[in-house]
Nanobody, 123 residues
Framework: QVQLVESGGGLVQPGGSLRLSCAAS????????MGWYRQAPGKQRDLVAA???????NYADSVKGRFTISRDNAKNTVYLQMNTLRPEETAVYYC?????????????????WGQGTQVTVSS
């Protein structure tokens, strides 16, 4: 009922930048919190950054000052600007959204994930 599609991943050198995008589509009445998570091989999936519908943000300590999360509510899209990337940040980055589904009426709330986009930081 809801699809999240990420884009913008790739290979970048240490110290470089990438901008990830995640567009939500489907039977969307409203989107509450949106966020980015990452999962490196053999490790758990961790929160990188989150943003409320009103624009309040929350970041993992390790990315504060380097990453910026933003969203365009009219486009149901969330972004993650990543600067000064480090090799240890190589991971699959996943988009997450807390969505109220429905067209004209609220029909339930659910937690949705994108398929992930690979970010590799390496020289």
């Amino acid at each position: 009922q809801v699809q999240l599609v990420e884009s913008g991943g790739g290979l970048v050198q240490p110290g470089g930048s990438l901008r990830l995008s995640c567009a939500a589509s489907g039977r969307i009445f409203s989107i509450y919190d949106m966020g980015w998570y990452r999962q490196a091989p053999g490790k758990q999936r961790d929160l990188v950054a989150a943003i409320t519908h009103g624009g309040s943000t929350n970041y993992a300590d390790s990315v504060k000052g380097r990453f910026t999360i933003s969203r365009d509510n009219a486009k149901n899209t969330v972004y993650l600007q990543m600067n000064t990337l480090r090799p240890e940040e190589t991971a699959v980055y996943y988009c997450n959204a807390d969505v109220e589904i429905g067209r004209w009426l609220r029909q339930g709330r659910g937690d949705y994930w994108g398929q992930g986009t690979q970010v590799t930081v390496s020289s």
